[in-house]
């Protein structure tokens, strides 16, 4: 099964702005199927951090913000804070009948 | 609180067998389906398989089909796997999680390591 593509790192310093993009295909992205977003720290439990492509769940700051554009999605960090270091990964459902993971972003604070 | 707690990981020899459970508290666990997540050293998520709320229906990936076997006990609020003839490439931390509106994970566990090697 297929997977979407994330840049492997990103890195900004405190109080910047940094963009994650996620490249699916038309079978999943592009299929109007929607895309979420996961953090993630080692040794803990994934966490969702935005679903239906543009929604924070409660508790989510809005410093985050996600959007999709044809076979793409993005996730924005805006005010980068020390706490947002760790990985990041998109998901969605493929045509095919399964789901699909990014292949994962380290964001990095500097 | 919701809350999923995963167990029964290990060290396996290649060819081996273990089961995995998934402990759910704090929701209504007979109302959602649920999924297994998998993540090798230094990969990302993987999907490994799902099951419908009465574990009627099952749905893996294709390099675990015939060995792997999801299945629930609503009665008991468990999540199992079953994995027969381990691979070293079966070794991850594996996750389990709570479906929501069939399209995204919005519970997990903190997950449960298996290492396949000899």
């Known amino acids: 099964q297929s997977v979407l593509t994330q840049p492997p790192s990103v890195s900004g310093a405190p109080g910047q702005r940094v963009t994650i993009s996620c490249t699916g295909s038309?079978?999943?992205?592009?299929?109007?199927?929607?895309v979420h977003w996961y953090q993630h720290l080692p040794g803990t439990a994934p966490k969702l951090l935005i679903y239906?492509?543009?929604n924070r769940p409660s508790g989510v700051p809005d410093r985050f913000s996600a959007s999709k554009s044809g076979t793409s999605a993005f996730l924005a960090i805006t005010g980068l804070q020390a706490e947002d270091e760790a990985d990041y990964y998109c998901?969605?459902?493929?045509?095919?009948?399964?789901?699909?993971f990014g292949t994962g972003t380290k964001v990095t604070v500097l | 609180e919701v809350q999923l707690v995963e167990s029964g990981g290990g060290l396996v020899q290649p060819g081996g067998s273990l089961r995995l459970s998934c402990a759910a508290s704090?929701?209504?666990?007979?109302?959602?389906?649920m999924i297994w997540v998998r993540q090798a050293p230094g990969k990302g998520l993987e999907w490994v398989a799902n099951?419908?709320?009465?574990?009627?229906?099952?749905y893996y990936m294709d390099s675990v089909k015939g060995r792997f076997t999801i299945s629930r006990d609503n009665a008991k609020n468990l999540l199992y796997v079953e994995i027969n003839g381990l691979r070293v490439d079966d070794t991850a931390v594996y996750y389990c999680?709570?479906?929501?509106?069939?399209?995204?994970?919005?519970?997990w566990g903190k997950g449960t390591t298996v290492t396949v090697s000899s």
């Open positions: 239906d492509t543009t």
């Open positions: 704090g929701f209504t666990f007979s109302n959602y389906w």
């Open positions: 998901q969605s459902y493929d045509s095919g009948g399964f789901y699909v």
């Open positions: 099951i419908k709320k009465d574990g009627s229906e099952t």
């Open positions: 999680g709570r479906i929501n509106y069939y399209y995204y994970m919005d519970v």
């Open positions: 038309s079978s999943n992205i592009g299929a109007r199927y929607d």
